[in-house]
C-alpha cells in the first residue's frame, strides 16, 4: 500500500493556458474525490467517482473543469482556460466501500499557481 | 452560512497544555464525524473517526460529539511541538455520495 498519489505537486501557469493533474488512489479503493483547498480555509468538494462513474459534481465545478476516472483507476483533472482564481491546492483522495464509516485517505495534493 | 463552522484561530500553546478545538454544524443529517491533521503543504491525515454521540479516545487524543447540540471537539492532552498543524474537522451524512463538508481548519503551534 503505497498512499494516494499526486502528480505534479506544483504547477505554475499563465492565465489561459490548460492544466491536468493527476491522481493514483490506493489499489482497489472503488470511490475518488477531488476536493480544493484555497489558503487558510478547508478543502471542498468537487466531484467523485464509483469506479469509472463520475456520480456527483459540485456547482463550485464551472464549465472549464472536467475530471475524468478510465477504467477506474486513475483520475485525472483538467482546467482549461486558467483563471487567477483558481490558484489554490488540489487534493485527490480515496476509499473502499460506499461511504459511511470508511475513511477517506488523502494525497499530497497538487498546488496550482495561475500567474 | 456555512454548514460547519470552525475557530479558525491561530491558536498558540505551551508544551504539556491541554487544547481543545471545537466545530459547530448546522446540518442535522451529518452522521459521521471525523478531525484531520494537516501539516503545511501536506494533504489531511485522519485523526479520528466517530459516529454516535459521547466521547471516543485514542492515546492522548478524545474525540467528543454532541448531537442534540451540533458540535463536535478534539482534545490533545500533554500536547507536543509536533501537534503543531492546522485540525480539520469534517462531516458526512449517511448518504450523498459520502462526500466530506470540512470546517476551516484551526491553526495550533505548540511552543517547547
Known amino acids: 500500500d503505497t498512499g494516494v498519489s499526486q502528480n505534479p505537486r506544483h504547477k505554475i501557469t499563465k492565465r489561459g493556458q490548460n492544466v491536468t493533474f493527476r491522481c493514483d488512489p490506493i489499489?482497489?479503493?472503488?470511490?475518488l474525490y477531488w476536493y480544493r483547498q484555497t489558503l487558510g480555509q478547508g478543502p471542498e468538494f468537487l466531484t467523485y467517482?464509483?469506479?469509472?462513474?463520475?456520480?456527483?459534481k459540485s456547482r463550485l465545478l464551472s464549465d472549464r473543469f472536467s475530471a475524468e476516472r478510465p477504467k477506474g483507476s486513475f483520475s485525472t483533472l483538467e482546467i482549461q482556460r486558467t483563471e487567477q482564481g483558481d490558484s489554490a491546492m488540489y487534493l485527490c483522495?480515496?476509499?473502499?466501500?460506499?461511504?459511511?464509516?470508511?475513511?477517506?485517505?488523502f494525497g499530497p495534493g497538487t498546488r496550482l499557481t495561475v500567474l | 452560512q456555512k454548514e460547519v463552522e470552525q475557530d479558525p484561530g491561530p491558536l498558540s500553546v505551551p508544551e504539556g497544555a491541554i487544547v481543545s478545538l471545537n466545530c459547530t454544524y448546522s446540518?442535522?443529517?451529518?452522521?459521521?464525524f471525523m478531525w484531520y491533521r494537516q501539516y503545511s503543504r501536506k494533504g489531511p491525515e485522519l485523526l479520528m473517526y466517530?459516529?454516535?454521540?459521547g466521547n471516543k479516545e485514542d492515546g492522548r487524543f478524545t474525540a467528543q460529539v454532541d448531537k442534540s447540540s451540533k458540535y463536535i471537539s478534539l482534545f490533545i492532552r500533554d500536547s507536543q511541538p509536533s501537534d503543531s498543524a492546522t485540525y480539520l474537522c469534517?462531516?458526512?451524512?449517511?448518504?450523498?455520495?459520502?462526500?466530506?463538508?470540512f470546517g476551516q481548519g484551526t491553526e495550533l503551534s505548540v511552543k517547547p
Open positions: 483522495a480515496s476509499e473502499t466501500g460506499t461511504g459511511g464509516l470508511n475513511t477517506q485517505y
Open positions: 489499489s482497489e479503493h472503488n470511490r
Open positions: 467517482f464509483q469506479n469509472e462513474a463520475q456520480l456527483e
Open positions: 446540518n442535522s443529517a451529518f452522521q459521521y
Open positions: 466517530t459516529y454516535s454521540s
Open positions: 469534517a462531516m458526512r451524512t449517511r448518504n450523498q455520495g459520502g462526500k466530506l463538508i
